[in-house]
């Protein structure tokens, strides 16, 4: 089974930055797809970034040029850089993965807790 675990989170003033890490379990993190998503109350979940095993990259509209998504495979670990953080980043942010590196995310996180404050 593979376990998934977000850390990183906290409050912080707009304009200010944090960094989120996910640490998957597991011999195929080199070979997986992986994700960032976000969801704010009252708000269904979307995808911020992510990044496959050839290290392509993609993003949301609303997060490009702000947040840099990168993974360090000797250490099973995805990163979430964000800086420029405005009120409207305010959301629980989760990791996800497919193990498969293709199709869906199956494995989630519980999510960490992002607060930026006006």
């Known amino acids: 089974q593979v376990q998934v675990v977000e850390s990183g989170g906290g409050l912080v003033q707009a304009g200010g930055s944090l960094r989120l890490s996910c640490v998957v379990s597991g011999n195929r993190f080199s070979l997986s797809a992986m994700g960032w998503y976000r969801q704010a109350p009252g708000k269904q979940r979307e995808l911020v970034a992510q990044?496959?095993?050839?290290?392509?990259?993609n993003y949301a509209d609303s997060v490009k040029g702000r947040f840099t998504i990168s993974r360090d495979n000797t250490k099973n670990t995805m990163y979430l850089q964000m800086n420029s953080l405005k009120p409207e980043d305010t959301a629980r942010y989760y990791c996800?993965?497919?193990?498969?590196?293709?199709?869906?995310?199956?494995?989630w996180g519980q999510g960490t807790q992002v607060t930026v404050s006006s």
């Open positions: 996800a993965a497919n193990p498969m590196g293709q199709g869906g995310y199956d494995y």
């Open positions: 990044t496959t095993s050839a290290d392509s990259t």
